[in-house]
């Protein structure tokens, strides 16, 4: 453990300093300080918390506010969240949390709350987390994505040559997106032919539909000889959608004993067939 030391004597310190890299310990064992100034109010039992500054404080803020901590506090189900929304931002949890974590005797915060990206080396997360793959909600992929372009742009303010390049880079990606964008509305509403060559694309490559999800590595993708740029980067769940609509469909047909004269023709190979029936 070296030189990170756990200066409360929380086991949850422990945890933080055996989980994170040095540098995010220290944030870590500040915001864990700065419970010490917080009082909080269970209002709905291991549910709902209210969190405040103490007011005997020499330091105190002008304003106090009030967070609102949502938990679960059940052992081995632990969840938690806050208004102040740092988690979210900063990947670690704020000190309102950790007020109603060390009040309430927990002593394991859940993985999910070490971010791999503030992780040593060697205690990197295996699989991206339960939590994480549903990537469908809108809301929780603006999260994701806005955790990691504010660390972007906080690199970039740096200098005036680092935000150059990093606006310029911006502009670029805008571009990728609104054609990536673009296709997609227009793939939703092409014909049958052109998802057609796109399923026999996909298909040739997957050997099974359940593996689909996991595939989010891009360089992945890449090597299945998928064309084009926007292609190779286009959201996966989008295509197993798409994928598993058009095999509900070609599996209706077949029990309808629709003879095999149309598009499917050539695509209805034996391998899809089974992986149809699970
Ligand atoms: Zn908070």
């Known amino acids: 453990?070296?030189?990170?030391?756990?200066?409360?004597?929380?086991?949850?310190?422990?945890q933080a300093?055996?989980?994170?890299?040095?540098?995010?310990?220290?944030k870590f064992q500040y915001q864990l300080q700065l419970t010490e100034r917080l009082?909080?109010?269970?209002?709905?039992?291991?549910?709902?918390?209210?969190?405040?500054?103490?007011?005997?404080?020499?330091?105190?803020?002008?304003?106090?506010?009030t967070y609102i901590v949502l938990a679960d506090v059940t052992?081995?189900?632990?969840?938690?969240?806050c208004i102040c929304g740092k988690f979210n931002?900063?990947?670690?949890?704020?000190?309102?949390?950790?007020k109603i974590i060390v009040e309430e005797d927990i002593n394991v915060i859940p993985e999910k709350y070490f971010i791999d990206r503030w992780r040593k080396k060697g205690v990197k997360m295996k699989l991206p987390l339960p939590e994480l793959v549903p990537k469908t909600h809108e809301m929780l992929r603006f999260n994701i994505l806005s955790r990691k372009s504010t660390i972007l742009?906080?690199?970039?303010?740096?200098?005036?040559?680092?935000?150059?390049?990093?606006?310029?880079?911006y502009e670029k990606i805008d571009k990728n997106l609104e054609l990536m964008l673009s296709e997609t509305r227009t793939e939703a509403n092409s014909t049958q032919s052109a998802s057609r060559a796109q399923e026999n694309a996909v298909e040739s490559s997957s050997s099974t539909l359940r593996e689909l999800p996991h595939l989010n590595d891009p360089t992945r993708v890449k090597q299945k000889g998928r064309p084009a740029l926007p292609t190779r980067l286009k959201p996966r769940i989008e295509e197993i959608k798409q994928k598993?609509?058009?095999?509900?469909?070609?599996?209706?047909k077949k029990s309808n004993q629709i003879s095999p004269k149309g598009k499917a023709k050539k695509k209805m190979r034996k391998g899809s067939e089974e992986n149809i029936e699970r």
């Open 1 to 14: 453990m070296g030189l990170l030391t756990a200066n409360y004597g929380y086991n949850i310190e422990r």
């Open 17 to 26: 300093s055996e989980l994170y890299n040095r540098n995010i310990f220290k």
């Open 39 to 65: 009082k909080y109010k269970e209002t709905e039992k291991g549910k709902c918390y209210e969190v405040w500054a103490k007011t005997n404080q020499i330091y105190k803020p002008h304003r106090i506010r």
């Open 75 to 81: 052992e081995g189900r632990e969840q938690f969240s």
């Open 89 to 98: 931002k900063d990947g670690i949890l704020c000190s309102h949390i950790l």
């Open 153 to 169: 742009n906080s690199k970039g303010s740096k200098s005036e040559e680092v935000m150059q390049y990093l606006s310029e880079e």
């Open 244 to 252: 598993i609509a058009r095999e509900e469909k070609m599996k209706a």
